[in-house]
């Protein structure tokens, strides 16, 4: 059974909570936006409102860093962000290119720190199954 | 990096969780260093080192001194 150290038990905590109010915040916020007619100033509100949760998310990613005693889960995460910071930011840049002309649609720009998450959460499965399943 | 430590870890009789409770690692980390999948910092093989009573060059091979055995 795998076991977490406890920064990663920290983290994950913070993760689920920030992810909870993210859940809880983004309707109301869609419906307002959909059914109400929003100045500038509230929208902008609105707009933070909505992506506090999420910067808090990456902020734990720095505080687990910062927290993780354990050196080899530490530079396992480490090697996990560079690739994924590196294939999101081949990925915005190859689709931004595509978009300029015209062969692909526009995308919300929201969408390049969900690419991110998704990739590091594929390559922490693939080095998971490629060690077997064991640790 | 090539070691010693899966032998010197059976001569006590300690599990990985044993050794990785006295270095205050996870047992994961004590498997990847076991298996050389992961190479421990300076710090942390002083630790070792300290844990087991030996100088580094007897737990853990150095690869250089590997590579000129092979020539």
Redesign the interface.
């Given at each position: 059974m795998t076991?977490f150290?406890p920064a990663q038990r920290a983290h994950t905590r913070r993760i689920l909570w920030l992810m909870l109010v993210y859940l809880i915040i983004l309707p109301p916020l869609v419906w307002l936006h959909a059914h109400r007619h929003i100045g500038p100033a509230f929208s902008l509100v609105m707009a933070i409102a909505a992506a506090l949760p999420l910067l808090g998310v990456f902020a734990s990613w720095g505080r687990y860093l910062s927290d993780e005693?354990?050196?080899?889960?530490q530079?396992l995460t480490l090697r996990r962000i560079a690739i994924a910071t590196n294939a999101t930011m081949g990925t915005a840049i190859v689709w931004g290119f595509l978009q300029a002309f015209g062969a692909m649609p526009l995308v919300e720009a929201y969408w390049i720190p969900f690419v991110w998450v998704v990739i590091q959460g594929v390559f922490a499965g693939v080095s998971y199954l490629s060690r077997g399943g064991?640790? | 990096m090539q070691n010693r430590l899966r032998v010197l870890r059976a001569e006590r009789s300690w599990s990985q969780q044993d050794l990785a409770d006295k270095l205050?690692?996870?047992?994961?980390?004590v498997?990847?260093?076991e298996t050389g999948k992961?190479d421990?910092?300076l710090p942390?093989a002083f630790r070792i080192a300290e844990l087991f009573a030996l100088p580094i060059e007897e737990i853990f091979v150095s690869p250089s001194h590997r590579s000129s055995k092979a020539i």
């Open positions: 076991s150290t005693r354990d050196e080899y889960h530079s064991k640790e | 205050e690692v996870s047992r994961q980390s498997n990847a260093i992961y421990p910092s942390l």
